[in-house]
């Protein structure tokens, strides 16, 4: 007989693909303690400029056939034609792959400015468009509560947001934040818009500030001063870092599931102490046989 868990909490992890054999380790070690939470899907990131899209293949491919996890694997529409694209979502989709992210892309370094291929994908939205004729995938898009760096206005970024669940995308997951009312405010502008599909947030566990601040400047979320002043003076002292880091994070989807959020997708950067402990906080746990 089994234990349930009594948690209507469902959870998704973001994992990125390893590029040497110390980080693979950490990544399956990672996985496999996670695996026991079964998460709704865990997602594998791709490359800025599709540089890792042999090393996210491979993860997929071992999650799909090593575990029970469901994978979805990132799709972007950068430094790719359409035809490439579909062909890597049909071995996908033979694989047994059923669920994909669609993203427009980080625009490579070496790039001033995003510019479409002429036989690629413009963007996102047409991205999910293209996939949803491949075959009948369930399709996560990415949202941005406190808007996309390069959106013109707040307005054209929640517009575009709108076409990419119109074009068939199943659920939106934004971009980390660490403001709970940040969050709030975007999900009634959603509302607000017409926008009727589930909108997860995006936790980022902090292991390091600085490599938060780094990650925040590039994707356009703030790093409030509070944040910093938890944080102060322990730049030398890692395990209490990771408690406060913990208690941040807690404290942050407790306030969430507060408000009726009960879905919630972490980004791990391949470890599994920060997010195991946040989930266990929101009640979600390892079924256990009851003797």
Partial sequence: ????????????????????????ATLWQSIQRLAALEPRFVSVTYGADGSTRERTHAAVARIANETQLTPAPHLTCIDASRGEIDDIARKYWDMGVRHLVALRGDVPKSDAAYVPRIDGYDFAADLVAGLSKIADFDISVAAYPEVHPEAPSPLFDLDNLKRKLDAGASRAITQFFFDVEVFLRFRDLCATAGIESVIVPGILPIT?????????????????????????????????????????????????????????????LNRSELTYAICHALGVRPKQTAS
């Fill in 1 to 24: 007989m089994t234990q349930e868990n009594s948690s209507n909490v469902k959870v998704s992890f973001e994992f990125f693909p390893p590029n040497t054999e110390k980080m693979e």
């Fill in 208 to 268: 390091r500030l600085p490599q938060l601040q780094r990650f925040a400047e590039s994707c356009g979320a703030s790093v409030p001063d509070w944040l910093h002043e938890r944080f102060a003076g322990l730049e030398d002292d890692a395990e209490t870092r990771q408690m406060i880091a913990a208690s941040v994070a807690i404290e942050q989807v407790r306030k969430l599931q507060a408000e009726g959020i009960n879905e919630f997708h972490f980004y791990t």
